[in-house]
């Protein structure tokens, strides 16, 4: 029996290891390069609005910000807003080590749009019409 959720769960791992072999010189996880590509972005974030932007949960978060902080490569702070809550960007050494990085991320881009051929453009339309459809919580509930 096909099923969407397993063979993109399937998916999803073997695309993970993937980009992890190609991070690897970089010493980053695709969870962290994405972490360090939002703040990269959008620095000042608080954590509820990381967990918002990279939708996870607060507990996985936690972890990769404290193995980045821990590195020296995300800085945190309290928020401009509310001084009772923590804001993130990264470091100096954070931005390197990005910019570092991206090339091994954009080499595994290049290499899958190569593997996918003109279903590239499909792909990225049909998971963009998932993830950022309006309400797509409910929209997947319904």
């Keep these: 029996m096909r099923c ?8 999803a791992r073997l695309l993970t290891r993937y980009y992890e072999e190609e991070l ?3 010493h980053l996880t695709p969870a962290q390069f994405e972490l360090l ?11 509820s609005d990381l967990a918002k932007a990279l939708d996870l949960d607060q507990t996985t978060l936690s972890r990769n910000l404290k193995v980045l902080i821990s590195r020296k490569w995300i800085k945190h702070g309290a928020s401009s ?4 809550q923590a804001s993130y960007t990264l470091s100096a050494e954070g931005h390197k080590a990005w910019r570092y990085a991206v090339p091994y991320w954009q080499s595994a881009q290049t290499h899958m749009q190569q593997k996918l051929g003109s279903d590239w453009q499909t792909v990225w339309s049909a998971l963009d019409r998932l993830i950022n459809a309006e309400g797509s919580r409910r929209l997947l509930r319904d």
């Design 37 to 47: 590509s939002v703040l990269s972005a959008r620095p000042g974030l608080s954590q």
């Design 4 to 11: 969407l959720c397993a063979s993109t769960r399937h998916a």
């Design 81 to 84: 807003q509310d001084r009772r």
């Design 24 to 26: 690897r010189p970089a």
